[in-house]
């Protein structure tokens, strides 16, 4: 079985930073990539950042500048550095990745629980 486990959410002022951090466990083989993704109540969960095993990223546009994703092979860890906050960025921030796990055939998609993110003065 494979985890995701984020830390790291809570509430900032417009201008603000926080650090985002999902970390992944259990029978891990390979991971083939990491990201975060997002949902603001009424909206439809949206990818915000990606990071494969060879490190090349892509962001969406709304962030781009002012986010950066980065990875830490060896703890199975993915970040999200977020600068310059704005209330939009406001949403339930959750972790991805795709993983193959020990003795399996296919990589499957796993979830973290997700964690709040509210950006307001």
């Known amino acids: 079985q494979v985890h995701l486990v984020e830390s790291g959410g809570g509430l900032v002022e417009p201008g603000g930073s926080l650090r985002l951090s999902c970390a992944a466990s259990?029978?891990?083989?390979?991971?083939?990539?990491m990201g975060w993704y997002r949902q603001a109540p009424g909206n439809q969960r949206e990818l915000v950042a990606r990071i494969t095993s060879g490190g090349s990223t892509n962001y969406v546009d709304s962030v781009k500048g002012r986010f950066t994703i980065s990875r830490d092979n060896a703890k199975n860890t993915v970040y999200l550095q977020m600068n310059s906050l704005k209330p939009e960025d406001t949403a339930v921030y959750y972790c991805?990745?795709?993983?193959?796990?020990?003795?399996?055939?296919?990589?499957?998609?796993?979830w973290g629980q997700g964690t709040q993110v509210t950006v307001s003065s």
């Open positions: 991805n990745a795709q993983i193959l796990s020990t003795g399996g055939v296919f990589p499957n998609n796993y």
């Open positions: 259990g029978s891990i083989f390979r991971i083939n990539y």
